[in-house]
């Protein structure tokens, strides 16, 4: 079991990683030929980055899209900011103040993305609108994130099992060194799930966490005037003007 | 007026009324397809031949390659339906592929299949499809069932434009030799005549004198429009639908009368009299391209120290936006004023400066209210702060007009709905979606017409007054409730004792 889960998060980290560094990688590196942002758009890049902090922090163009979404998707993704900090805690021999202060909250955390990922969920199953445009792989995700929340939840409520073991197998595992896991059941199907998630993350619409950040409507700034904005594959077409 | 289809019932704004799904309600819309006539002038080949399918997917991973919003557009989006109720073509038709994430999904399914892993090893799990004839269909329908307006990113969390997803397809699509006979055509004519609805040079000539002897007898003052006139100060560029029919030649009075009361010498160019630029509608850089050289090329030509654009929304978008970039750098012009400037930041300067004298009178009894243009709302910007698109306007309609009423703050400023006519859909063939398209706006026009007598809607784009004249009568209003801000100006503008 240790040996199956050692492999199985290295093989997980390994494929999040890369996966994720060649996605950026390419988002990074494909041209964006045109200013394209959204207007009223920031004029500088301070102000740019205000723009991605609000969409990323307080999903500014979802609230002015529809509210009770808005709530719903800050439920779970506020629920799981904090559970994904708590769970810093299993990777670090010392834990920053950050990860202290939220350990209380792993019931009101979990309970939040709970609620949330269901409210998400039913709201696919009810509206006609979104059934329509929801396929099978949207269900599963959410299904697997719930699937990981409930195993979680009932770990931190109920069936404990022995959190020092568990830090100790990852932290070994950070310095490649096995220590044995706990075979408890809930959190065998935990860890299951969680590895699937990193391996699936840089092959699905996960990458809509990194990729906001280069969606051109969101970062460019508003200066198509004030600064003539070319790229390489546009400035080779001008080598054909007379 | 008999209509051989259904003009929708007008609801109450405030209601946001979504409408239940028709599915496969609009899948029988769709513009002419090109014909090699008008496809191979443009470089394109002029049917599908054999073998398409695997030059649209080489053009797809072109495309991804070379747009950072396509790559990026293709994979982040999370379904979440944000926008599913954004976009006036499923309001007004109900649709279900006229949500922006059902009409993206028709290209991102492509996309997954022959560009992912997922797509490529589970195709039924992540909806990934080959490319075939049905699909090909279904994209020309779809793409051009949307007016490139650009509504949908305001709402979406993660900024994903679906005007950039139909500009691809529909350059995918000249690509592959199946075209759009509406816009492929025009193009055609800008380039062999020099503007979109293809008047020669001495159709423009003429035009231009029987204008100058209509304000002459109207205001007893002689109004200038000159046209190819080396060393005037001004180029102006603007729209060819201001050359040929009301109410947009109203605007060109106006205009011509502001620079004679400001006293700035201008110029038309019969090469370059035509301010849209159709590449942006297929989603093509090089046409895009080539299209604005003729402005450079004309301003060269001219020895002109600005460029001014006439009313016009996707021109305005590409002009401000993307000139710079098409076809800078402008050094050789005046470097004080930006390039572009819009005729509005010209108009509206003048006001506050006190350059021109307005009187309200000259537009007794009107009560106003604006149709932000969808390419200048969301596209482009005016002046020097963010929004100036959305105020200087309004600041130009309240020096001429006494009354200005907003509609409802769901509709305008970047919330605006399209008229229904944008991004290459202001084609006959395509009345029926045209008519749907503009429900939404008719009903926050309605809106405003019964509770404040508003009883003219101003507008800034060429499309939108063609659009607007043609739909008002099918929702009971009048057509000449529509026209732009400068004829407002043109009836209230002070001539005759300039200093
Ligand atoms: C920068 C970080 C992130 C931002 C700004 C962000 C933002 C959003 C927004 C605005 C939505 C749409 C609303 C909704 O459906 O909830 C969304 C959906 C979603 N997000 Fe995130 N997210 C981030 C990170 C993550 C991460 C790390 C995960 C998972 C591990 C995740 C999982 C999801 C899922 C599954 C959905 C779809 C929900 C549904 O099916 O309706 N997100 N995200
Ligand atoms: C290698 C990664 C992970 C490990 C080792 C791990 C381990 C654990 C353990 C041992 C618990 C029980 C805590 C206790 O008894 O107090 C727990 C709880 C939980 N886990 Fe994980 N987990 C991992 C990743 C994740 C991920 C990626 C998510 C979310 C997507 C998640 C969601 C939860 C939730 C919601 C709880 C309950 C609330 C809480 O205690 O914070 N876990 N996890
Ligand atoms: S709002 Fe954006 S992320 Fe949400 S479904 Fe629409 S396109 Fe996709
Ligand atoms: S760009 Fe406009 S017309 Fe096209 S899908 Fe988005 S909202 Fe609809």
Redesign the pocket.
């Known amino acids: 079991m240790t040996t199956f889960f050692a492999i199985l998060f290295t093989v997980a980290t390994l494929t999040l990683v890369i996966g994720l560094g060649l996605k950026i990688a390419q988002y990074a590196r494909t041209p964006a030929p045109l200013k394209i942002p959204t207007t009223p758009a920031p004029l500088t890049k301070p102000g740019v980055a205000f723009r991605l902090a609000r969409?990323?922090v307080v999903?500014e163009s979802?609230f002015k899209a529809n509210k009770p979404?808005w709530i719903?998707?800050a439920l779970?993704?506020f629920g799981?900011a904090v559970v994904l900090v708590r769970h810093v805690r299993y990777f670090q021999t010392e834990v920053g103040p950050l990860v202290a202060l939220v350990q209380p909250l792993a019931l009101p955390a979990g309970l939040a993305m709970l609620i949330g990922l269901l409210l998400?969920l039913g709201?696919?199953l009810v509206l006609e609108r979104i059934r329509y445009i929801t396929g099978r792989s949207?269900i599963l995700?959410?299904v697997l994130?719930l699937g990981i929340a409930v195993t979680g939840m009932f770990m931190t409520k109920h069936v404990h099992t022995d959190v020092v073991a568990v830090k100790a197998f990852f932290t070994g595992l950070l310095g490649f060194e096995i220590r044995s896991l706990p075979g408890d059941p809930l959190l065998v199907v935990h860890l299951l799930l969680v590895a699937i998630?990193m391996i699936v993350?840089p092959f699905s619409?996960?990458l809509?966490?990194p990729g906001?950040f280069f969606s051109p409507t969101r970062n460019q700034t508003d200066t198509p005037r004030e600064h003539r904005h070319l790229c390489d594959w546009a400035a080779k077409l001008e080598d054909k003007r007379s | 007026m008999a209509a051989p289809f259904d003009t929708p019932v007008l609801g109450d704004v405030d209601e946001r009324r979504i409408p239940a799904l028709k599915v496969g309600a609009m899948a029988e819309s769709k513009p002419y397809v090109a014909t090699a006539a008008h496809q191979e002038p443009l470089g394109f080949p002029g049917v599908l031949e054999d073998g398409w399918e695997k030059k649209a997917i080489g053009r797809m991973g072109e495309l991804l390659g070379k747009y950072r919003s396509l790559q990026v557009f293709m994979d982040i989006c999370?379904?979440?339906g944000?926008c599913t109720d954004k976009c006036q073509y499923f309001l007004g038709t109900g649709d279900p592929k006229n949500m922006p994430v059902a009409r993206a999904d028709l290209f991102r399914s492509v996309y997954r299949r022959y560009f992912t892993t997922a797509g490529k090893l589970t195709p039924g799990l992540v909806g990934a499809r080959d490319m075939t004839k049905e699909v090909l269909d279904e994209w020309f329908n779809y793409f051009h069932q949307c007016s490139q307006c650009r509504r949908c990113s305001v709402f979406c969390?993660?900024g994903i434009d679906t005007a950039e997803i139909s500009m691809a397809a529909r350059d995918i699509m000249d690509t592959i030799g199946q075209g759009q006979k509406y816009c492929n055509e025009i193009i055609g004519k800008v380039h062999k005549v020099g503007n979109n609805l293809g008047l020669p040079a001495p159709a423009l000539l003429n035009t231009l004198e029987g204008l100058e002897e209509d304000i002459l007898d109207e205001t007893g003052v002689p109004v200038k429009l000159p046209i190819d006139v080396h060393g005037a100060e001004v180029l102006l560029v603007t729209p060819s639908a201001d050359f040929f029919a009301e109410p947009h030649v109203l605007g060109l009075i106006g205009y011509a009368k502001v620079f004679h009361a400001a006293g700035v010498s201008w110029t038309l160019s019969t090469l370059a009299s035509e301010a849209g630029n159709f590449g942006m509608f297929i989603g093509n850089y090089e046409q895009m391209r080539k299209i604005s050289m003729r402005i450079r090329d004309a301003a060269l030509a001219l020895g002109v120290k600005r460029i001014i654009f006439g009313e016009c929304g996707h021109a305005w978008r590409v002009a401000y936006s993307f000139l710079n970039t098409l076809a800078g750098p402008w050094d050789f012009l005046d470097p004080r004023y930006p390039v572009p400037q819009h005729i509005l930041e010209f108009t509206n300067d003048l006001i506050t400066r006190k350059g021109i004298k307005l009187d309200k009178s000259g537009n007794d009894g009107m009560v106003l209210t604006v149709h932000d243009s969808c390419n200048v709302a969301r596209g482009a910007r005016m002046g020097d702060r963010p929004g100036g698109q959305f105020t200087i306007p309004r600041d130009v309609i309240r020096a001429s007009v006494p009354k200005l009423i907003d509609m409802h703050p769901d509709t305008i400023c970047e919330k605006t709905f399209c008229c229904g006519g944008g991004g290459g859909v202001l084609t006959d063939e395509l009345l029926d979606l045209r008519l749907k398209g503009a429900l939404p706006r008719m009903e926050a026009i309605k809106e405003v017409a019964d509770r404040d007598q508003v009883n003219f809607v101003a507008m800034i784009c060429a499309i939108c007054k063609a659009q607007f004249t043609k739909v008002l009568p099918y929702y009971g209003f009048k057509m000449s409730m529509a026209g732009g801000v400068h004829q407002l100006v043109s009836t209230a503008i002070v001539l005759g004792n300039e200093q």
Request: glycine share 0%; proline share 3%; hydrophobic share 65%.
């Open positions: 969409e990323a999903f979802l979404l719903f998707a779970f993704h799981l998400l709201r696919r949207d995700m959410l994130l998630l993350f619409k996960l809509h966490a906001l | 999370v379904k979440c944000a969390p993660s």
